[in-house]
């Protein structure tokens, strides 16, 4: 029995929530072969208080592909458009009383709300709507004029003022009037120049748009249809203004308004190259990847600072030497401080981060910005309704930082390398560092006893916590990588509303190719400083010890050998396929076969590489353990064989977290936030076949 026969029949008996969910399955199952059934959902869904917006994105399609056009035009203008007139009007006429008397537009004939060529149709409370052209007799696509996304490369060339063909977003005008400099600030005629091929349009637009936050301070120049031929004006010939007149002013701390997050997607990801590519920019403020922990402590720091001080003097005297008094005064007297003029302080007053910085652009400087975490973990669980759940703290933190909320613009972008490869880096990184930081403990020990036997590290009955004795081990690293999802969009998340995945092998073997579109993403424009990689001026830096210098390509074939075994990459490349398809890696060592429940157990008891190191590790936590027995240390053989009771027990558990977690995702890989909300993938920054250099990697 068809959907439509289903929901007829559930409406007759009065059951009209299974009926509206079986009439919303009928529209989807018609695939548009069943125009009458579906114009019987829509109404049925919205006469019984159904989601109203499946009702209204029907009517749109059923409209646009010419069904029922005179029955649906009166029923959308009467639910829709018609309780909405008075605000779109008012909203309409607002605008065009501010801008007769805005200086810089130079039409005064607007036209009677009547005879504007758009309706629009209110779709939700978010700012969304959807267009109507009564000359095409079509409804155009869905609108969200706050969409929180930055569409185009505006700030592409700044050798001239900024001009951009037809905005429309209210999100990108604010942005422009937010992040462009005033012409008297930097001593140069810098308006921002706005073409609109068609005054009709530019006229219909204004029922949706709110002009009065965009012309406070006269940055913009309106020009209208053939009137672009007056880019760039003399406005000392035509309105006697001299802007030469003026010095450049240093940057006002709530003059920095955007941010550029480089997400961390997982360990040993090529974080410090991209860094290093930005640096020296003339529109960017850099500093290295900063521990998320230590930007809080340095927010929370420069707000005591502030907040302690009885005067400026004070303040300028507690805050050196990590600021300057210029910047430091500006902090000291600003209302309403937060998290983010904070931060944009530290980074003004830092040589490092203004090393390359332009004091003269026609821009405002973003934040250039990585927060690190030691390890990027994340966690699965299926949820009531079978889905699985991607869960990560790292994450929460973030979201939860009233450092983000404080930035309205917001670019994030996230570098993505060859997941195996990845993963050897991260082992060979961890185990370098457990057994450097075992060298040192022992070392410390050995003076300890030298100098008159003190006391070792305290000892705890079930061994040393590895962080509070910072024993560094290697962690379940193969579970942590294919449980992380970071590359992922959380609808929900605001940090990613306007990202895109960008490969380190791209960047490595196509540097132009990638970083001119990077660039052109981020909307910053691609400069010389962009060619080479740097750290305050050094050129090839080594930004860890044994990392590769610039754009040399041996991080892209190197294969860890010693660190990742062919059972461990098959696990990966398989429990990771969608992404490797998706972002256009091809697999090495996955065959394409179907994987078992048994397969998944072979493969897990073959990470004898992984289990090496993290055996190595581990066991020198356990064996700083005590075992006591009524209040006393038992002898040492009894605690050694209780030591390696517990070290074979965590290793056992380590395999069973793995083959538990694995079964979960041969279910499949579909994932949801905490809410149920799919995630889906991030986008894949393309680049222009014209300027790659070497073949694309795969």
């Given at each position: 029995m068809?959907a439509?026969?289903?929901?007829?029949r559930?409406?007759?008996?009065?059951?009209?929530?299974?009926?509206?969910?079986a009439?919303s399955?009928?529209?989807?199952?018609?695939?548009?072969?069943?125009p009458?059934?579906e114009?019987?959902?829509?109404?049925?869904i919205?006469?019984?208080?159904?989601?109203?917006r499946?009702?209204?994105?029907?009517?749109?399609?059923?409209?646009?592909?010419?069904?029922?056009?005179?029955?649906?035009?009166?029923?959308?203008?009467?639910?829709?458009y018609?309780?909405?007139i008075?605000?779109?009007?008012g909203?309409?006429?607002?605008?065009?009383?501010l801008?007769e008397k805005?200086?810089?537009?130079?039409?005064?004939?607007?036209l009677?709300?009547?005879?504007?060529?758009?309706?629009?149709?209110p779709?939700?409370d978010h700012?969304?709507?959807?267009?109507?052209y009564p000359?095409?007799?079509?409804?155009g696509?869905?609108?969200?004029?706050?969409?929180?996304v930055?569409?185009?490369?505006?700030?592409?060339?700044?050798?001239?003022?900024?001009?951009a063909?037809?905005?429309?977003s209210?999100?990108?005008?604010?942005?422009l009037?937010?992040?462009?400099?005033k012409?008297?600030?930097?001593?140069?005629e810098?308006?921002i120049?706005?073409?609109y091929?068609?005054?009709e349009?530019?006229?219909?637009?204004?029922q949706?748009?709110?002009?009065?936050?965009?012309?406070?301070?006269t940055?913009?120049v309106?020009?209208?249809e053939d009137e672009i031929g007056?880019?760039?004006i003399?406005?000392?010939?035509?309105?006697g203004?001299?802007?030469?007149?003026?010095?450049v002013?240093?940057l006002?701390?709530?003059e920095?308004?955007r941010?550029?997050?480089?997400?961390q997607?997982?360990?040993?990801n090529?974080?410090?190259f991209?860094?290093?590519?930005?640096?020296?920019?003339?529109?960017?403020?850099?500093?290295?990847?900063?521990?998320?922990?230590?930007?809080?402590?340095?927010?929370d720091?420069?707000?005591?600072?502030?907040?302690l001080?009885e005067?400026?003097?004070q303040?300028?005297?507690?805050?050196?030497?990590?600021?300057?008094?210029?910047?430091?005064?500006?902090?000291?007297?600003?209302?309403?401080?937060?998290?983010?003029?904070?931060?944009v302080?530290?980074?003004?007053?830092?040589?490092?981060?203004?090393?390359?910085?332009?004091?003269?652009?026609r821009?405002?400087?973003?934040?250039?910005?990585q927060p690190?975490?030691?390890n990027?973990?994340?966690?699965?669980?299926?949820?009531?309704?079978?889905q699985?759940?991607?869960?990560?703290?790292?994450?929460?933190?973030?979201?939860a930082?009233?450092?983000?909320?404080?930035?309205?613009?917001?670019?994030?972008?996230?570098?993505?390398?060859?997941?195996t490869?990845?993963h050897?880096a991260t082992?060979?990184?961890?185990?370098?560092?457990?057994?450097e930081?075992a060298?040192?403990?022992?070392?410390a020990?050995e003076?300890?006893?030298?100098?008159?036997?003190?006391?070792?590290p305290?000892?705890?009955?079930?061994?040393?916590e590895?962080?509070?004795e910072?024993?560094s081990v290697?962690?379940?690293?193969?579970?942590?990588?294919?449980?992380?999802?970071s590359?992922?969009?959380?609808?929900?998340?605001r940090l990613?509303?306007?990202?895109?995945a960008?490969r380190?092998?791209?960047?490595?073997?196509n540097p132009?190719?990638?970083?001119t579109?990077?660039?052109?993403?981020?909307?910053?424009p691609?400069?010389?400083?962009?060619?080479y990689?740097?750290?305050a001026?050094q050129?090839?830096p080594?930004s860890?010890?044994?990392n590769?210098?610039?754009?040399?390509?041996?991080?892209i074939?190197?294969?860890?050998?010693?660190y990742?075994?062919?059972?461990e990459?098959?696990?990966i490349?398989?429990?990771?396929?969608?992404?490797?398809?998706?972002?256009?890696?091809n697999?090495?060592?996955?065959?394409?076969?179907t994987?078992?429940?048994?397969d998944?157990?072979r493969l897990?008891?073959?990470?004898?590489t992984l289990?090496?190191?993290?055996?190595?590790t581990?066991?020198?936590?356990f064996?700083?353990?005590?075992?006591?027995q009524?209040?006393?240390?038992?002898d040492a053989?009894?605690?050694?064989q209780?030591?390696?009771?517990l070290?074979?027990?965590?290793?056992?558990?380590?395999?069973?977290?793995?083959k538990?977690?694995?079964k979960?995702?041969l279910?499949?890989?579909?994932?949801?936030n905490?809410?149920?909300?799919?995630?889906?993938?991030?986008?894949?920054?393309?680049?222009?076949?014209?300027?790659?250099?070497?073949?694309?990697y795969h």
């Amino acid at each position: 029995m068809k959907a439509i026969e289903i929901a007829r029949r559930l409406a007759a008996l009065g059951q009209m929530e299974d009926a509206r969910r079986a009439y919303s399955l009928a529209i989807h199952e018609s695939g548009g072969a069943d125009p009458a059934g579906e114009l019987e959902a829509a109404v049925y869904i919205l006469q019984s208080g159904g989601d109203y917006r499946t009702s209204y994105t029907c009517f749109q399609s059923l409209y646009n592909r010419g069904h029922f056009q005179e029955e649906i035009l009166p029923l959308m203008e009467k639910v829709f458009y018609e309780p909405n007139i008075r605000l779109l009007k008012g909203r309409y006429e607002r605008n065009c009383k501010l801008l007769e008397k805005y200086p810089y537009l130079f039409r005064r004939d607007f036209l009677p709300f009547e005879e504007l060529p758009i309706q629009f149709f209110p779709y939700d409370d978010h700012n969304g709507y959807v267009p109507f052209y009564p000359a095409q007799k079509r409804f155009g696509d869905f609108i969200n004029f706050k969409n929180p996304v930055v569409s185009r490369n505006f700030f592409r060339d700044l050798d001239n003022p900024i001009l951009a063909d037809d905005v429309y977003s209210q999100y990108e005008l604010e942005y422009l009037n937010d992040n462009v400099r005033k012409s008297e600030n930097i001593g140069r005629e810098n308006h921002i120049y706005l073409h609109y091929t068609s005054w009709e349009v530019f006229c219909s637009y204004l029922q949706c748009l709110n002009m009065r936050p965009l012309l406070e301070d006269t940055k913009l120049v309106f020009l209208v249809e053939d009137e672009i031929g007056q880019y760039p004006i003399d406005f000392k010939a035509r309105f006697g203004i001299d802007y030469s007149q003026y010095p450049v002013k240093p940057l006002g701390i709530r003059e920095v308004n955007r941010l550029i997050w480089h997400t961390q997607l997982s360990s040993h990801n090529g974080g410090d190259f991209f860094n290093e590519i930005f640096n020296n920019h003339p529109n960017l403020l850099v500093l290295p990847s900063i521990m998320m922990s230590n930007i809080e402590m340095l927010i929370d720091d420069s707000r005591k600072v502030m907040e302690l001080a009885e005067n400026v003097t004070q303040a300028i005297d507690a805050a050196s030497p990590w600021s300057n008094p210029r910047v430091t005064t500006e902090l000291y007297y600003m209302r309403d401080r937060t998290d983010k003029d904070c931060l944009v302080a530290r980074y003004l007053a830092d040589e490092v981060a203004t090393y390359g910085l332009d004091p003269a652009s026609r821009i405002a400087p973003a934040i250039f910005l990585q927060p690190h975490f030691p390890n990027m973990v994340c966690s699965l669980r299926a949820n009531t309704n079978g889905q699985t759940v991607v869960e990560s703290g790292n994450d929460d933190i973030l979201r939860a930082s009233p450092l983000f909320r404080c930035f309205k613009y917001i670019k994030t972008f996230t570098p993505m390398r060859r997941f195996t490869t990845s993963h050897g880096a991260t082992v060979k990184f961890m185990y370098r560092m457990a057994e450097e930081q075992a060298e040192r403990f022992m070392k410390a020990e050995e003076r300890a006893q030298a100098e008159g036997g003190g006391a070792s590290p305290k000892r705890g009955k079930n061994g040393p916590e590895a962080e509070d004795e910072k024993i560094s081990v290697v962690s379940d690293v193969i579970s942590e990588r294919i449980f992380n999802r970071s590359f992922m969009i959380d609808p929900e998340n605001r940090l990613y509303k306007d990202c895109v995945a960008v490969r380190f092998e791209d960047g490595k073997l196509n540097p132009k190719a990638t970083f001119t579109a990077l660039a052109a993403f981020l909307d910053l424009p691609y400069t010389e400083s962009m060619t080479y990689c740097s750290l305050a001026g050094q050129r090839d830096p080594e930004s860890l010890k044994g990392n590769d210098r610039g754009f040399d390509p041996a991080a892209i074939y190197r294969t860890y050998d010693e660190y990742i075994n062919d059972d461990e990459r098959y696990f990966i490349e398989y429990f990771m396929r969608d992404v490797y398809v998706y972002y256009g890696y091809n697999f090495l060592w996955y065959d394409g076969k179907t994987v078992t429940e048994s397969d998944v157990d072979r493969l897990v008891e073959g990470f004898t590489t992984l289990n090496s190191f993290i055996y190595k590790t581990w066991k020198r936590v356990f064996d700083k353990a005590e075992a006591t027995q009524n209040g006393k240390r038992v002898d040492a053989a009894l605690e050694k064989q209780l030591q390696k009771q517990l070290l074979d027990k965590r290793m056992k558990e380590f395999e069973e977290n793995r083959k538990r977690n694995a079964k979960i995702l041969l279910e499949g890989l579909r994932f949801v936030n905490k809410n149920g909300q799919p995630l889906r993938m991030m986008p894949k920054l393309e680049l222009d076949p014209a300027l790659l250099e070497q073949p694309l990697y795969h």
